[in-house]
C-alpha cells in the first residue's frame, strides 16, 4: 500500500484544527507517537504493552516509524518478523484487537485526510486479521474500523 504524497484539501469543520497531514516520515513519525501515547493510557492495552517493552518504548517507536514508512511510503527502512513477535505476547484477547484497531482508527482520522486514513486503516485492519487468525484461529469481522468479532463479549469477561 504505498500512499500518495498529497492529501486533499481539509474539509471545513473536520475536526483536524483546518490541516491534513501529507503522508511524509514526519507525519508517520507524528501518528505512531500519538497512537502509542493512546495505547499507554489505555487500561486494557496500556499494560500488555509495558509488560512487553518496559525500558524498550523509544527503540520500539523507531522501528514503528520505520515499519510504517515502509508500508506506507515503500521506504524500506523496515526488516522484522511482525508476526513472531506478537505471537510471544501472553493475555492478549479479542478486546484487545477492537481497541488497538479503534484507536489506530482514531488517529489516522486525526491527522490525515479521509481516504489517507481509510488507505491506513485497511492496512492495519489487514495486520489486526492475521494476528487475530495466529491467536485465535478464527478471523475477526471489522465493523465500522472498530469492532472485532467477540471483542465485546470478551470484554466482559
Known amino acids: 500500500m504505498q500512499l500518495s504524497p498529497s492529501a486533499p484539501s481539509p474539509s471545513p469543520g473536520s475536526g483536524n484544527g483546518g490541516e491534513w497531514r501529507t503522508p511524509s516520515v514526519e507525519s508517520l513519525t ?5 497512537f502509542y501515547a493512546a495505547v499507554r ?15 524498550r518504548w523509544e ?18 527502512r523496515f526488516r522484522g518478523n511482525v508476526f513472531g513477535k506478537h505471537m510471544a505476547l501472553q493475555g492478549v484477547t479479542p478486546a484487545h484487537f477492537a481497541v488497538w484497531v479503534r484507536l489506530w ?11 489517507v486514513a481509510r488507505d491506513l486503516q485497511i492496512t492495519a485492519h489487514g495486520i489486526a486479521r492475521n494476528l487475530f487468525l495466529g491467536y485465535f484461529g478464527t478471523q475477526p469481522v471489522f465493523g465500522n474500523g472498530a469492532d472485532v468479532e467477540g471483542a ?3 470484554a466482559g469477561h
Not at 507524528?30 to 500519538?34: A, I
Not at 487500561?43 to 512487553?52: I, K, S
Not at 510504517?68 to 524500506?76: F, H, I, N, R
Open 105 to 115: 482508527g482514531e488517529q489516522t482520522e486525526r491527522l490525515f485526510a479521509p481516504e
Open 59 to 76: 527503540p520500539h517507536l523507531a522501528r514503528m516509524v520505520d515499519f510504517w514508512s515502509t508500508v506506507a511510503l515503500g521506504s524500506k
Open 41 to 55: 493510557a489505555d487500561a486494557l492495552l496500556g499494560p500488555v504493552f509495558e509488560n512487553a517493552l518496559r525500558d
Open 30 to 34: 507524528e501518528l505512531v507517537h500519538g
Open 152 to 154: 465485546s463479549s470478551a
